[in-house]
């Protein structure tokens, strides 16, 4: 059939083309099936002015195919556009106006077509919403800070920002009728959010920095000196709003004490010699020092500071009183820290460790510069002395196909008679019966800083913490260590204390250390992720309270191999603020410091050379690779802890690091997108007589960059 079809259609052209006659039946021959021609269609464009960033507005076309547009940050106009088809009647209109304005169309009606005029929609203040005014005063104190000459107030809301020269003014108000007034949104979702700031340049080099000032406002619940106030932090505004200029430049003060531990009383307090401390920028130089005089309680850095993006100092001491050494610590109003030390009673400091942080007051995690404090000890007699580094012994076998992997836990010693501890270890849904280790909490992280004194008569070391970013709260624990006793108020300096107990400790090329810690910790539950086990029976009476256990934990630590001239091995700084250990056979560098703020990072790193060199790349996995044999990598910032009393239920926090600040190990940073970081160049100098030193570097493409840092191999007595 089909070819004879065909042929009829090829016959009937050919009578057309001879007779040129009754052809237009051929012509509309078509062979099914076909697709029509679609109907044209063309985009109408306008642009929206007035429009807020949080609250859109909803515009439709002929009652259907609503579509919502937002207002663009730092632009007052939006533009719009509807696809229709060419030649339809169209009717742009209002289907939902954005809270607090009304949006009016024009050229909202016609026809489609390319010549369409451009559709505009104006959004005005709806009145019957109230604006109020906000208002600055105190403005005058800003005239005492050094180098200001221009003072600038900014009013930033959704509906855009003012910003205004206030140089000699005394206060200044934000009128309710500006574009951007603060309003009340009541039960609308989003809640209305502003910021009010205060700001003054300088230029150096050509480069301009913008420098920050301090706001109070009394609305702010719970935060006060934030110059922000968002819903989170004040309920919706109902009148006017007042606040004031606190300051433009900061003085970084502290105190200065005696420390002993809690028990045994091991010495008592002594009148502290003169020092001298010094403010550190990012780059390695001291900006500003102080000298104390012999007694001094407390320091003042004579020149304030600015606030701005690279305000990033650690708080250090220059010279030491003599015969005594003294550490820095300093606490933190922020969120949890505030609230767990203080529930806890005592004068355990938060995760700022030395750092003084000035970056931003509208950011509370990097805004960390009061109350710094300084504590020093006694110098430990040769015989109470302890040096080096020891790490967490594996645990026992259970399975002889399996090799367990040596946890990364490390303890250091120095001979000033302090000590640095780091933990990175996890466990999820574990039970007692299953156990990785049995000397642990699961879900420990972090890392501890301070004094230690130990008696070899008696075979203790207490440990005086300073510094912990990680701690469970109600008195149970330490990071892992049981035992922690909250430090007693008032004079003399009494400080958080951890004891150990039954201490035993051998000399000689890869060292042991046993300690034994007695304590009361969470009561286990079953399956979850907050477990421990124990490897020695727990004490009888009295009984513990309920939804608490008591228990006797052993750490059996040993020195980890060290080789000359190569990256294995232990290292700390000079300054004693930060340790890393490598092994290349377990494929792990681990490092702990407390410069500048507490931080811990454990991650897989790989010598181009397998380290038999002195020098070399280091390569470190991606984030998301796992560190062999078992365990994840993890660069952990500040962990800390928070806590349900009630249910006995843990929730990690962190508080964020500014991106500027690098206390960390060079090339431990996280990448967001899980790749690895650049190579770090690492140089060990293989010195005769004195202890090896290595300085590792940060590269980018290859080219070195940031600071070099310096460790010396460091090994136990």
């Known amino acids: 059939m089909r070819s004879i079809i065909n042929g009829t259609r090829v016959l009937a052209a050919a009578l057309c083309g001879t007779l040129m006659i009754g052809c237009n039946a051929v012509e509309d021959v078509r062979e099914e099936p076909f697709t029509p021609v679609p109907t044209a269609s063309v985009v109408l464009t306008g642009n929206i002015t007035g429009l807020g960033t949080r609250r859109p507005l909803e515009l439709q076309n ?36 954005p809270f607090s304005k009304i949006c009016t169309v024009t050229n909202g009606v016609g026809t489609a077509s390319a010549t369409a005029p451009v559709i505009t929609v104006s959004c005005v203040k709806d009145p019957a919403i109230a604006r109020y005014s906000t208002t600055v005063t105190n403005l005058a104190v800003a005239a005492a800070t050094p180098n200001l000459t221009k003072l600038v107030l900014t009013l930033e809301t959704e509906d855009g920002a003012k910003s205004v020269d206030v140089t000699g003014m005394t206060s200044y108000t934000f009128p309710s009728t500006d574009y ?23 230029i150096a080099n050509g480069v301009t920095t913008t420098n920050y000032c301090l706001l109070s406002s009394p609305i702010a619940s719970g ?32 105190t200065i004490a005696y420390s002993i531990p809690t028990t045994p009383a091991g010495q008592t307090a002594q009148t502290i010699g003169a020092m001298t401390l ?16 012999s007694g001094a309680t407390t320091f003042t850095f004579p020149t304030p500071m600015a606030s701005h993006s690279k305000a990033i100092y650690e708080l250090v001491i220059t010279s030491q009183p003599a015969g005594q050494f003294c550490v820095v610590s300093g606490t933190t109003t922020t969120g949890v820290w505030s609230t767990l030390v203080n529930s806890l009673g005592s004068s355990l400091t938060g995760p700022t460790a030395s750092g003084v942080l000035l970056l931003d007051p509208v950011v509370p995690d990097w805004w960390a510069f009061a109350n710094r404090n300084v504590r020093c000890r006694a110098t430990p007699v040769l015989a109470n002395q302890l040096t080096g580094i020891y790490q967490m012994d594996r645990p026992a076998q259970t399975d002889p196909a399996v090799v367990p992997a040596r946890p990364r836990e490390f303890l250091t010693f120095f001979a000033d008679g302090t000590f640095l501890y780091g933990i990175n270890f996890t466990g999820t849904s574990l039970t007692l019966t299953t156990p990785l280790r049995g000397d642990a909490i699961y879900l420990a992280g972090g890392a501890i800083h301070g004094f230690y004194n130990y008696n070899p008569v008696n075979n203790t070391i207490v440990f005086t913490i300073f510094t912990a970013t990680n701690i469970s709260p109600s008195n149970y624990s330490l990071t892992g260590m049981p035992g922690y006793v ?43 992720s907050a477990m421990y086990s124990t490897n020695l029976p727990a004490p009888a009476s009295p009984a513990p309270p309920v939804g608490t256990t008591d228990v006797t934990k052993v750490w059996n630590m040993t020195e980890p191999p060290s ?20 092994n290349n056979n377990e494929i792990y560098l681990f490092h702990v410091g407390v410069n500048g703020v507490g931080n811990l990072q454990d991650a897989c790193f790989l010598a181009d050379d397998n380290s038999t060199q002195s020098g070399g790349l280091l390569a470190r996995h991606s984030s998301a690779s796992g560190c062999a044999p078992g365990g994840a990598a993890r660069t952990p910032d500040l962990p800390s802890w928070t806590s349900n009393f009630a249910t006995g239920v843990f929730a990690s926090t962190v508080i964020r690091l500014p991106t500027e600040l690098s206390p960390r190990f060079p090339g431990a940073k996280t990448q967001l997108d899980n790749r690895p970081t650049s190579p770090i160049k690492f140089n060990v100098v293989d010195n005769a007589s004195t202890p090896d030193t290595i300085t590792v570097q940060d590269t ?10 310096t460790f010396t191999r460091y090994r136990a007595n």
């Open 486 to 528: 909250p430090a007693a108020a008032g004079p003399p300096v009494r400080d958080a204390a951890v004891t150990a107990t039954n201490v035993v400790k051998t000399s000689g090329a890869l060292g042991k250390l046993s300690l034994t810690f007695t304590g009361r910790i969470p009561a286990p539950v079953q399956g979850g």
């Open 700 to 709: 980018l493409n290859g080219a070195p960059i940031d600071q070099p840092v």
């Open 563 to 582: 080789t000359d001239g190569q990256i294995t091995g232990t290292w700390v700084t000079a300054d004693h603020r930060r340790m890393f250990a490598y």
């Open 223 to 254: 935060r006060p000196g934030m110059n922000i106030t968002t819903s989170e932090d004040v309920v919706v505004p109902s009148a006017a709003v007042t606040m004031s200029l606190t300051s433009c430049a900061f003085t970084v003060a502290g």
């Open 278 to 293: 010094g403010l550190k920028n990012a780059s390695g130089t001291v900006v500003q020092t102080v000298t104390t005089a």
């Open 180 to 202: 951007n007034a603060i309003y009340n949104s009541q039960l609308s979702v989003p809640a209305f959010q502003y910021k009010v700031s205060a700001t003054w340049d300088t």
């Open 62 to 97: 002929n009652g259907a195919n609503p579509k919502k547009f937002f207002g663009t940050l730092g632009s007052t106009v939006t533009p719009l556009d509807f696809g229709v088809l060419v030649g339809s009647s169209y009717n742009i209109t209002v289907k939902t106006q």
